[in-house]
């Protein structure tokens, strides 16, 4: 991220954006929150990367670098939230669960005219109070900072199949399994295999907003048959992928 734009406010408002097009990297003094009502939004900092189907928010603080890219036909909706209030009372950015309610709640808000009429601000209040509600989800593909570990993870983010054991890529890169094991573990705060199924998962998220066939998606993310892939991601997400292929 070189040129970083700062806007101080976050807009609140709905735009749409094309499959691929991106929003440069910038950071606000207020917070926000990020959210696709339709196709998948990713969204990257220098932690990592966030991927959100429209059964997931962001949130992201006030003052964090972060870019955008859109996968599908993108219904983005941007709520921003001022610096004095932080009703999740967390300052790094985070993934979460958006119910039924809060979906409609922050489309409603996202859509209304600028103003702060009083329906406007009791609406506001309400997104509010189920935003402190929300569950945080663990969909975060965390960066790597050694040099080592990076280049490890971008030959798997290269080709999400890649079923080469951790023993098998320690030799490719000239260490042992169990030191690239606790690299993982201290830089990453995960094993490998969390690494690896929450990099599939976030390349099948983006597959899918692509219209690729089910079928194609889980071979293309090494899965060893499409059940086992609608077993883990009907697990991470709450619905199929067949489901979500339809909602994009």
């Not at 189907?53 to 996968?71: D, E, K, L, N, Y």
């Not at 119910?99 to 009791?122: F, K, M, V, W, Y």
């Not at 030959?155 to 606790?182: I, N, Q, Y």
Request: charged share 20%; aromatic share 4%.
């Amino acid at each position: 991220m070189q040129e970083i734009r700062h806007t101080p406010v976050a807009p609140t408002r709905t735009q749409h954006l094309a499959s691929g097009a991106c929003i440069d990297a910038h950071r606000h003094d207020d917070h926000q929150i990020i959210y696709a009502g339709r196709g998948t939004i990713a969204v990257t900092t220098v932690a990592g990367t966030w991927v959100t189907p429209a059964t997931r928010a962001i949130w992201v603080p006030a003052g964090t670098v972060h870019a955008h890219q859109a996968h599908g036909q993108l219904e983005l909706h941007l709520v921003g939230v001022p610096s004095r209030e932080n009703p999740l009372a967390l300052d790094e950015p985070a993934v979460l669960g958006v119910s039924p309610l809060l979906r409609e709640l922050i489309i409603s808000h996202t859509n209304a005219p600028e103003g702060q009429s009083d329906e406007q601000l009791r609406l506001r209040a309400v997104l509010l109070d189920q935003l402190r509600l929300a569950p945080q989800q663990p969909l975060h593909l965390p960066a790597p900072s050694t040099p080592l570990l990076a280049e490890v993870c971008d030959m798997l983010r290269s080709d999400p199949a890649d079923g080469r054991s951790l023993a098998e890529l320690g030799r490719r890169v000239g260490t042992s399994e169990r030191t690239l094991s606790r690299m993982f573990r201290r830089d990453l705060g995960m094993s490998f295999t969390q690494w690896r199924t929450q990099m599939r998962l976030h390349h099948a998220l983006v597959l899918l907003s692509e219209k690729t066939p089910v079928t194609s998606v889980a071979h293309q993310c090494g899965w060893s048959s499409a059940s086992t892939f609608i077993d883990v991601f009907r697990r991470t997400f709450g619905h199929t992928p067949g489901s979500h292929h339809n909602a994009v």
